[in-house]
């Protein structure tokens, strides 16, 4: 039953991604699209340039640096905080309850994500020109995206074991929290002590508040955004503030699972039995069982921990707005513009590398190791061909290596914003070829029923 009901829950997080990397796709094709084709061209470039305000008299949320956000501006930074909220609510419920949560399970996800975090860092360094400027994007080809291939693996439904899928979802966490990681250590700058300390007075009172059984969504999002305009404006890049929120907000229960199931127990046994004869008969409540009822409800949804019940709140939204919004801005690249020779003497080909040879060698070299070392073993109904083939599917690397493209090198003019380009079209063109040469390969290592 146990195993039952983690697959359940597994399958359906599995038709989320599926769903979303459909829209996802669609923005993507939309952008590409809008930023090549005449006329409508330059409306979308000059589209992302617009000043933004949110304004309480001379007080406006969306300002950095004395000078209002841009569209583009509140979407990586503002919507992506909320992208990356999302992303350590999985991390925090994957760890304490999910394909984390102990060292049989997370042990070979973890070993395979840190070969293919390493791997495509060391091809980016050996094929990228020496530049101190190209060589900033070396974390690009890092990321796994995870809705891109899960929706890969969803072509072939029943056919992959389940354990493929837990492996390929785990690794893209794992993943996720290592491009944290690298964003919080190497993309910060001019760091404002006075600002971090307010960020840090912000992060007590969600803790303290944590330690007090606070246990509203509302009291963590409301500091959640405090926190993020003192992030903006210290110098740490201001998406990391999604992810401290993500691990102040409490996953337990303020009076604990027993006394809510207790409570629930007790409210239905007030209820008479009906017989098999009456059971399609409509029965009219009396106002005690009414309230009764209610409270049945209200104890159901006090069972849901703020964590999960955030969790699932964020669902719809970051799948069908602000990744779908975020790939839209920033998948349009000026194909036009470029030459042939940027595919390969800028920073395009190696990232290309990275994601489809740097991922596979990395995640495929690294869990090896560690099976035949006998740390760990394969997935669940797995063999050697179609786990290989899995992590070919590892370099499709689409949300999270556009983003940190965008924050490698928007910031440093019109050179940049070449070397951004051609990033952008190293991230299309190797998720692209990962995810053609994934289907080829699962098609042929797969069971065929």
Same mark, same amino acid.
């Given at each position: 039953m146990h195993s039952q009901t983690i697959n359940y829950s597994f399958l359906s997080k599995l038709k989320r991604h599926v769903n979303s990397s459909v829209v996802l796709i669609a923005c993507t094709v939309l952008a590409l699209i809008c930023a090549n084709v005449p006329g409508i061209d330059s409306w979308y470039s000059a589209l992302w340039n617009n000043?933004? @305000?949110?304004?309480?008299?001379? #007080?406006? +949320?969306?300002?950095?640096?004395?000078?209002?956000?841009?569209?583009?501006?509140?979407?990586?930074?503002?919507?992506?905080?909320? #992208?990356?909220?999302?992303?350590?609510?999985?991390?925090?419920?994957?760890?304490?309850?999910?394909?984390?949560? =102990?060292?049989?399970?997370?042990?070979?996800?973890?070993?395979?994500?840190?070969? $293919?975090? *390493?791997?495509?860092?060391?091809?980016? =360094?050996i094929f990228c020109p020496n530049d101190p400027i190209m060589q900033r994007g070396l974390a690009i080809p890092m990321a796994t995206d995870i809705a891109f291939s899960l929706g890969v693996l969803s072509v072939f439904k029943t056919r992959v074991p389940i354990g493929l899928k837990i492996f390929l979802a785990a690794l893209a966490v794992a993943d996720d929290l290592g491009g944290i990681i690298v964003i919080a250590l190497f993309y910060s700058s001019?760091?404002?002590? /006075? #600002?971090?300390?307010?960020?840090?007075?912000?992060?007590?009172?969600?803790?303290?508040g944590n330690l007090l059984k606070i246990r509203k969504k509302g009291f963590y999002i409301t500091f959640g955004l405090v926190l993020?305009?003192?992030?903006?404006?210290?110098?740490?890049?201001?998406?990391?503030?999604?992810v401290i929120v993500a691990f102040c907000v409490p996953a337990t229960l303020k009076k604990g699972t027993g006394h809510y199931l207790e409570r629930i127990r007790r409210n239905?046994?007030?209820?008479?039995?009906?017989?098999?004869?009456?059971?399609?008969?409509?029965? &009219? +409540? /009396?106002?005690?069982?009414?309230? /009764?009822?209610?409270? *049945?409800?209200?104890?159901?949804?006090?069972m849901i921990s703020p964590l999960q019940d955030l969790e699932d709140n964020l669902h719809g939204m970051i799948n069908y707005f602000v990744i779908p919004l975020f790939a839209f801005a920033n998948a349009g690249v000026a194909v036009?513009?470029?030459a042939f020779s940027d595919l390969y003497s800028g920073?395009?080909?190696?990232?290309?590398? $990275?994601?489809?040879?740097?991922?596979?060698?990395? &995640?495929? @070299?690294?869990?090896?190791?560690?099976?035949?070392?006998?740390?760990?073993?394969?997935?669940?109904?797995?063999?050697?061909?179609?786990?290989?083939?899995?992590?070919? &599917?590892?370099?499709?690397? #689409?949300?999270v290596s556009m983003f940190i493209a965008d924050l490698s090198y928007c910031s440093i003019g019109a050179e940049g914003i070449t070397y951004l380009n051609q990033a952008k079209l190293g991230?299309?063109?190797?998720?692209?070829?990962?995810?053609? +040469?994934?289907l080829i390969l699962l098609n042929k290592t797969l069971p065929k029923k």
């Open positions: 000043p933004v @305000s949110v304004s309480i008299g001379d #007080f406006n +949320l969306f300002e950095h640096g004395g000078h209002p956000m841009s569209v583009i501006q509140v979407i990586n930074d503002f919507l992506m905080a909320i #992208f990356f909220l999302s992303v350590g609510l999985e991390i925090k419920r994957e760890i304490r309850v999910g394909e984390l949560s =102990s060292r049989e399970k997370a042990l070979l996800p973890i070993i395979g994500a840190c070969g $293919g975090m *390493i791997v495509p860092v060391i091809l980016f =360094s001019d760091i404002n002590f /006075t #600002f971090l300390a307010l960020a840090a007075a912000c992060i007590g009172l969600m803790v303290a993020w305009y003192m992030m903006l404006n210290s110098g740490i890049h201001a998406t990391i503030s999604g239905i046994n007030r209820f008479p039995v009906i017989d098999i004869d009456e059971q399609h008969n409509t029965i &009219v +409540l /009396t106002n005690e069982q009414i309230h /009764t009822l209610k409270s *049945i409800e209200s104890a159901a949804d006090k036009s513009g470029m920073v395009a080909l190696p990232v290309m590398l $990275g994601l489809v040879l740097g991922k596979f060698i990395g &995640v495929f @070299s690294f869990s090896w190791i560690a099976i035949k070392l006998k740390f760990v073993s394969l997935p669940a109904g797995a063999d050697w061909k179609s786990f290989a083939s899995v992590c070919v &599917v590892c370099g499709i690397g #689409f949300t991230v299309l063109i190797g998720s692209v070829i990962s995810a053609i +040469l994934g």
